[in-house]
């Protein structure tokens, strides 16, 4: 809950708009504090939107390589994470479908399991109450989209903390401690600790790395899609900050 309060009033663009708010409404009184918090929102969000600052923001959070033959070899099942959910699509017909983050870990979980021919759980429940789980919604569209079926569903979690724990109890029935953990590769360096805490062997297998800018001045343009991307960067960061307090 912590982690949810925190992402709404200390991420852009919303503390932008605070900062710049503060300072419009402190111009006369104060002078000095009024213009320096308009200047500091407007700039920050600026500084947020350029390409480069994107694309630093999310390679530091990308330790892992993508998985060796040898590791994919030693993994007993495919775990995808479930990363959020569209409301209503029409296209598919399915109602609500996976967001194009969750699209991103299914594809390369799909692609990791014919490589392999491990089986899938997926993981992801609702968030807001939905009426589907996001697993439900996965597996669906491994089926109908890739033609590959999940074994396992995990539709409770609500948390990567959850992911792990739910997962975890699911694949312990099965006699499976070694997997391949398929989520973004900025997530992932959240997600494997959890998962190791939870008790299994886990082999990442990261997807969507940090895209660099072109060595041309667009890459200095602010743009609202890397301000976007900045977003989702800050927020694991934070993410990180969060569980490691709740760690301690």
Same mark, same amino acid.
């Given at each position: /809950?912590?982690?949810?309060? $925190?992402?709404?009033?200390?991420?852009?663009? @919303?503390?932008?708009?605070?900062? /710049?708010?503060?300072? @419009? @409404?402190?111009?006369?009184?104060?002078?000095?504090?009024?213009?320096?918090?308009?200047?500091?929102?407007?700039?920050?969000?600026?500084?947020?939107?350029?390409?480069?600052?994107?694309?630093?923001?999310?390679?530091?959070?990308?330790?892992?390589?993508?998985?060796?033959?040898?590791?994919?070899?030693?993994?007993?099942?495919?775990?995808?994470?479930?990363?959020?959910?569209?409301?209503?699509?029409?296209?598919?017909?399915?109602?609500?479908?996976?967001?194009?983050?969750?699209?991103?870990?299914?594809?390369?979980?799909?692609?990791?399991?014919?490589?392999?021919?491990?089986?899938?759980?997926?993981?992801?429940?609702?968030?807001? *109450?939905?009426? @589907?789980?996001?697993?439900?919604? /996965?597996?669906?569209?491994?089926?109908?989209?890739?033609?590959?079926?999940?074994?396992?569903?995990?539709?409770?979690?609500?948390?990567?903390?959850?992911?792990?724990?739910?997962?975890?109890?699911? $694949?312990?029935?099965?006699?499976?401690?070694?997997?391949?953990?398929?989520?973004?590769?900025?997530?992932?360096?959240?997600?494997?600790?959890?998962?190791?805490?939870?008790?299994?062997?886990?082999?990442?297998?990261?997807?969507?790395?940090?895209?660099?800018?072109?060595?041309?001045?667009?890459?200095?343009?602010?743009?609202?899609?890397?301000?976007?991307?900045?977003?989702?960067?800050?927020?694991?960061?934070?993410?990180?900050?969060?569980?490691?307090?709740?760690? *301690?």
């Amino acid at each position: /809950m912590l982690l949810h309060a $925190l992402k709404y009033l200390l991420l852009p663009p @919303l503390i932008n708009a605070l900062l /710049m708010l503060a300072g @419009l @409404l402190l111009w006369k009184s104060h002078r000095l504090l009024g213009p320096s918090l308009l200047v500091l929102g407007l700039a920050s969000l600026l500084v947020f939107s350029l390409p480069w600052v994107s694309y630093w923001l999310r390679k530091g959070l990308e330790p892992y390589e993508p998985p060796s033959q040898a590791l994919q070899e030693q993994a007993e099942a495919i775990v995808i994470l479930g990363g959020g959910r569209d409301y209503g699509t029409p296209e598919f017909g399915w109602g609500d479908a996976p967001n194009n983050v969750t699209w991103r870990r299914l594809g390369y979980g799909a692609w990791l399991s014919r490589e392999t021919g491990l089986p899938i759980l997926v993981s992801g429940g609702r968030v807001n *109450d939905e009426t @589907l789980a996001e697993a439900t919604l /996965m597996a669906r569209t491994l089926g109908q989209a890739f033609g590959l079926e999940a074994r396992w569903i995990e539709g409770r979690s609500r948390t990567t903390a959850e992911n792990a724990e739910f997962s975890a109890a699911i $694949l312990e029935q099965e006699g499976i401690a070694r997997i391949l953990l398929v989520s973004q590769a900025w997530h992932l360096p959240r997600a494997v600790p959890e998962f190791e805490r939870a008790g299994l062997e886990v082999t990442p297998a990261p997807t969507e790395f940090a895209s660099r800018p072109p060595p041309k001045l667009i890459a200095w343009i602010p743009r609202a899609y890397h301000l976007r991307q900045s977003t989702q960067a800050l927020h694991e960061w934070l993410g990180r900050i969060v569980y490691r307090v709740n760690a *301690d």
